[in-house]
């Protein structure tokens, strides 16, 4: 019994420098964005100094800064998932 000869063809995936580079490029930037993500969420202290303006002040100031802490490392994941994306 032989086999029947195939209707389709398969396309084989080819890698393009411009592509891989990309990818090292975008790997190396989530590194580099979650170090410094953790840096800017870590080194923030939310401070009461009695109920004061200033305590408001540097809390607000502090919650700013976890909160870019958090972006920065969202664009180093949206990075490496547009890097990465599977070509069609």
């Known amino acids: 019994m ?3 000869e195939p ?7 080819t890698y393009h420098p411009g592509r891989v580079i990309l990818r ?4 190396l930037w989530m590194v ?4 410094a993500g ?5 080194s923030t202290r939310m401070e009461t100094y009695g109920g ?4 408001g002040i540097q809390n607000a100031v502090a919650r700013g800064t976890t909160a870019l802490g958090f ?13 990465f994306r599977r070509e069609t």
């Open 32 to 35: 580099v964005a979650l170090s």
């Open 2 to 4: 032989s086999e029947p």
């Open 24 to 27: 090292i490029i975008a790997a």
């Open 38 to 42: 953790m840096n800017f969420i870590n």
């Open 52 to 55: 004061d303006a200033y305590t």
């Open 71 to 83: 972006l920065i490392i969202g664009t180093g994941v949206i990075a490496v998932i547009v890097a």
């Open 7 to 13: 209707t389709e063809t398969r396309a084989v995936p």
